[in-house]
């Protein structure tokens, strides 16, 4: 699968939603001779997210032309990648999608246990299924909240960062931080689950169903929020398919395209849970499919507390893994290749992969190219959020400009994922 990403500085004509062509490129040029007036909109603006500069052309209010402008982050993410080794890697990775930490560790993880062909536990598998799906109600709450301060609606905010809370306070009992924890490593997981974990599982999940019928009550049931998002940057299923966009930016136009299920990793084959679809592809079906889906995130962690195999939680390939830290008080030769793991990494076979999982903003690929050395030759990530920006003109265009609003907001991008 090539690594090429779409550009963002194509130029076609102005046409109204209902006439964007598919494949439509995420630049449009305003027309001539007419009583214009072009805006920075950001990138300091509260709605993008300090550092998402669009070039908007208005018309009185109306948008007629808009130019997304990326750039301002410069993290270089993934030639830091190249220039250290598979396992000092991994840190990195959680910090390009800060709000889908767990799901980008997964991606680069994945990728390099694809090319060196180790094999991963049982319960590690089922581990990493508990905390991908509890790090997606995590993104779509902090989705669900911003979105409603977008609207001058603070109250729901500080609702969604209460439960937000409870699912990092279950990340800090096992992986001892709250984000960006590392907690996936080649071979399997850094720690089993402690003491008191299930107890506390399961009263979120017993918890959490309620919580979000409370947020659809705010949300679906208020009729300002419904006038402000129903009919807002439309996209019909083809469109949707054209312009690259996944995730619930994709289902919410009523394509049914997960790779939990299309695609099954990690111990989603095994797990029941429905695909979360919309029909009318606006922004408000975006919000709604997003919220509908941390009921089926909270099924399947329910499904991984009551089915959980036992076993080892990390593979016994020494070539690969570190050894156990107990072993380091009594064996040199344990302690030496823990040194030796650490400073100089492995070497990996020249080989190239594309390993691809569901993000809670689609999906979101690694693709890594080895030359036989301890380090990455190449690696480059399918970011969603970068590729959902170049729908943006073609969602806004022709509508007010407090539309432009729901429409940035609805498509969930997260810049640090966007600007590698």
Same mark, same amino acid.
């Given at each position: ?103 980008? %560790? ?22 990493? #299924? ?60 850094? %720690? ?7 107890? %506390? ?37 083809? #469109? ?36 979360? #679809? ?14 509908? %889906? ?35 008080? #009594? ?90």
């Amino acid at each position: 699968m090539s690594a090429t990403e779409p550009t963002l500085t194509s130029v076609v004509p102005v046409f109204t939603p209902a006439q964007i062509p598919p494949g439509a490129p995420s630049k449009i040029d305003p027309p001539e001779g007419e009583d214009l007036i072009t805006i920075n909109f950001g990138p300091n603006h509260p709605s993008t997210h300090g550092v998402l500069r669009l070039i908007v052309t208005l018309d009185g209010e109306v948008v007629v032309g808009l130019d997304a402008d990326i750039g301002y982050v410069h993290t270089g993410f993934e030639k830091n990648f190249e220039q250290k080794t598979y396992w000092k890697g991994i840190p990195y990775a959680p910090r390009m999608d800060y709000l889908g930490f767990f799901a980008n %560790e997964l991606a680069y993880v994945g990728a390099v246990e694809t090319l060196i062909g180790i094999d991963v536990p049982a319960r590690a598998q089922w581990l990493r #299924t508990l905390f991908a799906e509890l790090n997606r109600i995590h993104s779509h709450l902090i989705f669900l909240g911003t979105s409603g301060v977008e609207l001058g609606a603070i109250s729901l905010f500080f609702y969604c960062l209460r439960e937000r809370d409870k699912v990092l306070d279950l990340f800090e009992m096992v992986t001892g931080v709250r984000m960006h924890d590392r907690y996936p490593q080649f071979g399997g997981v850094m %720690e089993d689950l402690p003491k008191g974990f299930y107890a %506390e599982a399961k009263r979120f999940c017993a918890d959490m169903p309620h919580r979000i019928d409370e947020y659809l009550d705010l949300v679906a049931g208020n009729q300002i929020w419904e006038d402000r998002y129903r009919g807002i940057g439309t996209v019909d299923g083809d #469109t949707a398919i054209a312009m690259g966009l996944s995730g619930p930016n994709l289902r919410a136009s009523g394509v049914a395209y997960d790779l939990r299920r299309s695609d099954p990793y990690l111990a989603y084959d095994e797990l029941e849970f429905d695909v979360v #679809t919309g029909t009318a592809g606006d922004a408000y079906e975006r919000l709604l499919c997003r919220t509908k %889906e941390m009921y089926e995130s909270v099924r399947i962690i329910e499904q991984c507390l009551e089915g959980m195999p036992s076993g080892p939680i990390m593979s016994d390939d020494r070539k690969y893994v570190l050894p156990p830290r107990e072993e380091l008080h #009594t064996s040199m030769e344990s302690l030496i290749h823990h040194f030796k793991l650490v400073t100089e990494g492995f070497r990996v076979a020249p080989n190239q992969i594309y390993h691809a999982v569901e993000s809670p903003r689609g999906e979101f690929g690694c693709y890594l190219v080895s030359d036989g050395g301890p380090k990455p030759w190449r690696i480059h990530f399918r970011a969603p959020s970068f590729v959902s920006l170049q729908s943006t003109a073609m969602m806004a265009v022709n509508r007010y400009i407090a539309d432009l609003i729901v429409v940035v907001g609805s498509l969930d991008g997260v810049m640090g994922e966007a600007d590698r």
